[in-house]
């Protein structure tokens, strides 16, 4: 069982990325995947989730608008479109499964990936 985050990078103000979260060991639309993110000095904070089935999403206040999750069954793979980025949103992003949640809190969530760096400056 092993999640893999990737897609991150250095992207000005107003850039773009797309990170991809794959999964090695299970299927990924039969559970909650969420993505969460850290910045140095501040809690993990949830920023986004999928749940399993229908694939319903929710998105923290702060991101609401610009980023988009969605989730890709033949490749098993969840993704998280990130728009209009923004300082603010410079962190290490993880992709978690949550076997028995829908909810986005972190303690909820089973298994973690290892983290992709997101730094967002000019």
């Known amino acids: 069982v092993q999640l893999q985050a990737s897609g991150g990078g250095l992207v000005q103000p107003g850039g773009s990325l797309r990170l991809s979260c794959t999964a090695s060991?299970?299927?990924?639309?039969?559970?909650?995947i969420g993505w969460f993110r850290q910045a140095p000095g501040k809690v993990r904070e949830g920023v986004s989730r999928?749940?399993?089935?229908?694939?319903?999403?929710y998105y923290t206040d702060s991101v609401k608008g610009r980023f988009t999750i969605s989730r890709d069954t033949a490749k098993n793979t969840v993704y998280l479109q990130m728009d209009s980025l923004k300082p603010e949103d410079t962190a290490v992003y993880y992709c978690?499964?949550?076997?028995?949640?829908?909810?986005?809190?972190?303690?909820?969530?089973?298994?973690w990936g290892q983290g992709t760096q997101v730094t967002v400056s000019s």
């Open positions: 060991g299970f299927t990924l639309d039969r559970y909650t």
């Open positions: 978690a499964l949550a076997r028995f949640s829908f909810d986005l809190v972190p303690w909820e969530y089973d298994y």
């Open positions: 999928i749940g399993s089935g229908d694939g319903s999403t």
